[in-house]
């Protein structure tokens, strides 16, 4: 794994979290709330290829 994925996913984590509180604490709860949906399949969307390696490394260890 990538040192430079986790500090991606890291990043889009506080820019996330800072874009919540702000909406939330201006009272728009719904936009704070579609903004860290966003956020979580942004993260997935990159995660996507490591978790089809993981799966291709647990195939080969058991011989699948």
């Known amino acids: 794994m990538d040192v430079g ?4 996913v890291a990043g889009v984590g506080m820019l ?3 874009a919540c509180q702000i909406l939330a604490k201006s009272g728009r709860d719904e936009q704070a709330m579609l903004v860290s949906l966003a956020g979580i399949v942004l993260v ?8 089809g390696r993981l799966f291709d490394t647990i195939r080969g260890v058991f011989g699948v």
């Open 44 to 51: 997935l969307l990159m995660l996507v290829e490591e978790i």
């Open 16 to 18: 996330v979290s800072v």
């Open 5 to 8: 994925l986790v500090l991606r």
